[in-house]
């Protein structure tokens, strides 16, 4: 996986008030405003970041709050186009960003599995015979008959991880560790997102933790306004 040179810049056209100007400017998080050449708005999440990454490498890049850490995964994913520069991805990307992404509560949880799955890039035929599998790890049962719009927090988290972890991929891109349901699944789900990691070529772990990313990571890098930079190895316990 590489990065060459990648900046990811979108315009805010309702930047004309003065207001707005100026709490933009005094922020202290987010990335680098600018005005362009037609006097628009424009905010640099992405700074002409470059990152090359190969097989054994895990990652963990921490920053404040709207340093682009989650633009830099959504870039990587390629769900975000880079303004300039160019991203190189070889092998299944698989990702943890915004779990809830992609739901509609009218469906069922098994119409759910389908559609987020062909959302994810399944196929039709992939995807049904990944469902046994989603079934037995969720426990959901008969629930999954039913519009996932019933569904607790909890339950719903149950589907959304199940379904988002149903298949190994090559690189693994995580935003933030999370706790998914009650005691016994967090459990289940820590144990599954090891193996994830254990087996992934490449892993990448955005958090505000320091000691999480250095618990599982070997390399960490900061996030500073769209810039990133690494910091040192980190000691890391992976297996």
Do not use: W
């Amino acid at each position: 996986m590489r990065l060459d040179h990648v900046t990811v810049r979108y315009p805010v056209f309702d930047a004309g008030a003065m207001s707005l100007k100026k709490r933009l400017v005094h922020a202290t998080t987010g990335g680098r405003i600018s005005l362009d050449s037609r006097r628009v708005t424009q905010v640099t999440a992405l700074d002409d970041v470059s990152l090359s990454l190969g097989d054994g490498d895990a990652v963990g890049i921490t920053g404040h709050n709207g340093a682009g850490k989650t633009t830099l995964l959504r870039t990587i994913a390629g769900i975000y186009p880079p303004s300039q520069g160019v991203v190189t991805t070889t092998g299944r990307i698989g990702t943890l960003i915004e779990l809830g992404a992609g739901v509609d509560g009218d469906l069922t949880g098994y119409e759910n599995i389908v559609r987020l799955g062909m959302l994810l890039g399944m196929g039709r035929r992939q995807i049904i015979d990944l469902i046994p599998a989603i079934e037995e790890f969720t426990e959901l049962g008969d629930f999954l008959q039913v519009p996932v719009r019933t569904y607790s927090s909890g339950m719903l988290v149950r589907l959304l991880f199940a379904v988002n972890t149903a298949q190994q991929p090559d690189i693994l891109l995580v935003d933030e560790m999370f706790g998914a349901g009650d005691a016994a699944f967090q459990d289940k789900a820590r144990a599954r997102m090891t193996q994830l990691i254990a087996a992934a070529r490449i892993f990448v772990l955005v958090s505000h933790s320091e000691t999480l990313v250095r618990s599982v990571c070997r390399r960490l890098f900061n996030m500073t306004h769209g810039t990133l930079i690494e910091v040192n190895a980190a000691t890391a316990q992976v297996s």
